[in-house]
């Protein structure tokens, strides 16, 4: 009697700890970072963001998604969550970590195709922003496209929430990123450390001016 194939196991996901080191190599300028956020970072990020009540929610850059479990923890049945994520690799991980989710691999400067390809208006209709985009590894005019776009999408009155690092923040690009932001939104704040992060880092918590002008 022939004896049977053997059957083996499917391959093992990659740590999010193995693949970050991995894709940072291959593309130091698009991943800005070592290792994925902490759960503490993830926890600041979301903590003055209304997740829940969102009815359209975007994360940038969710890579092995450091955050995006403790996003999806955090919404109602009313909320869609989309992920845009440029790496093809990150987002094989992510699809593979929550099945469930819209993963779309593409730049987040194409967030208006993005949203028109998911049959959703490109103009004014999301309300809340969650980034992990590395911007003090950008170009000017990478952040420009991308804050741009981002203004474009977000309702008045709509979050943008991203991070940086405590030792990046000295940087010209981050000097850049940072002083831009009162010029695309009303209100503007920065957290306290997260020093249980790897490396220690801060939220910005940016809002779009309700009212036009
Ligand atoms: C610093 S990592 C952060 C990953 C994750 N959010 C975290 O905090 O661990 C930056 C991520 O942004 C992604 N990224 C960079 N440029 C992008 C772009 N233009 N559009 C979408 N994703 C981008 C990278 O591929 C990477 O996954």
Redesign the pocket.
């Known amino acids: 009697m022939p004896t049977p194939p053997a059957i083996s196991p499917p391959p093992a996901p990659p740590t ?1 700890r193995r693949s ?1 080191i991995g ?1 940072y190599l291959r ?1 130091p300028g ?4 070592v ?3 902490s759960s503490a ?2 926890r600041r990020m979301l903590q003055d963001v209304d997740i829940a009540g969102a009815g359209l929610v975007l ?10 479990s403790e996003l999806l923890s955090r919404v109602s049945p009313q909320t869609t969550v989309i992920a ?4 093809p690799r ?1 987002a094989d991980v992510l699809r593979a970590k929550h099945p469930t989710l819209p993963v779309r691999q ?4 194409d967030v208006e195709s993005v949203l028109r390809e998911e049959g959703l208006p490109d103009r004014e209709s999301v309300d809340v922003i969650v ?4 911007w003090a ?2 170009p000017e005019q ?1 952040q420009v496209q ?1 804050l741009s776009a981002a203004l474009r999408v977000l309702r008045p009155g709509g979050v943008f929430v991203t ?1 940086g690092y405590q030792l990046s923040s000295v940087l010209p690009a981050a000097k850049r990123f940072a002083r831009s932001l009162p010029s695309y939104f009303a209100d503007v704040s920065r957290s306290e450390i997260v020093w249980r992060n790897f490396p220690p880092a801060f939220v910005l918590r940016c809002q779009k001016a309700k009212q036009p002008g």
């Open positions: 999010s970050f894709e593309s698009q991943i800005g970072a290792a994925p956020s970072l993830a994360e940038y850059g969710p890579g092995t998604g450091a955050f995006t845009i994520e440029l790496s990150f593409r730049s987040v400067a980034s992990g985009l590395p590894s950008f990478l991308c991070f």
